[in-house]
């Protein structure tokens, strides 16, 4: 099976700016999750989409919001670009199971803001 | 999602084994106790969960206190490869997202 994919993998944007990640879950994966990774706050947990729907919510402001498609591929917007946003920013995709199921995640995009 | 407590760092040499230890008090009776970790430049990875009862695999084991307040990874011959960042995370019924702490980082010697 193909593992998780990321879409780009680097960025680079300016202050004010928007910005859309994509990730491609293994096939057959329902549910895809967002984390975001910094040197200083670590992995937090964005968001995640099962069946088209969020399901859960980490807490972020609502600048960062996501999507996903019937094909359970999911995008990631973040609108109106801090220098704070610059980050790893990881999916995870899953069977979608609560308490047991295993996330593969993906390399990453790495977002730079300047 | 109840909290866990790791060391900062551990030091293994190679063909050692490695016990990274893990405290959860808080721990309900439905978390499971899910351990991943996180190469150099790469998304964390599985490696092993577990409820009540120790749990082997082919990357480690897992034991869990009879408490079930603490657990330790065991990585049976450190590699050089297995030098990660290691978390030890609870996961409830609630959800399925990955509440990441500090993990510990392990260094490993040749």
């Known amino acids: 099976k193909a593992g998780v994919t990321q879409t780009p993998r680097y960025l680079i944007k300016t202050r004010g700016q928007q910005v859309t990640l994509s990730c491609s879950p293994i096939s057959g994966h329902r549910s895809v999750s967002w984390y975001q990774q910094t040197p200083g706050q670590g992995l937090q947990f964005l968001f995640e989409y099962f069946s088209e729907t969020q399901r859960n919510k980490g807490n972020f402001p609502g600048r960062f919001s996501g999507r996903q498609f019937s094909n359970s591929r999911s995008e990631m917007n973040v609108s109106t670009l801090e220098l704070g946003d610059s980050a790893l920013y990881l999916c995870a995709s899953s069977a979608g199971r609560p308490s047991t199921d295993t996330q593969y995640f993906g390399p990453g995009t790495r977002l730079t803001v300047l | 999602d109840a909290k866990t407590t790791q060391p900062n760092s551990m030091e293994s040499n190679e063909e050692e084994p490695v016990h990274l230890p893990c405290n959860h008090s808080t721990i309900s009776g439905t978390d499971y106790i899910h351990w991943y970790r996180q190469l150099p430049s790469q998304g964390p990875e599985y490696v092993i969960h577990?409820?009540?009862s120790n749990v082997n695999n082919r990357m480690a084991s897992l034991a869990i206190a009879e408490d079930r307040k603490s657990s330790t990874l065991i990585l049976h011959r450190a590699t050089l490869r297995d030098a990660a960042v290691y978390y030890c995370i609870l996961r409830g019924q609630a959800g399925t997202a990955l509440i990441f702490g500090k993990g510990t980082t392990l260094s490993v010697s040749s």
């Open positions: 577990g409820l009540t």
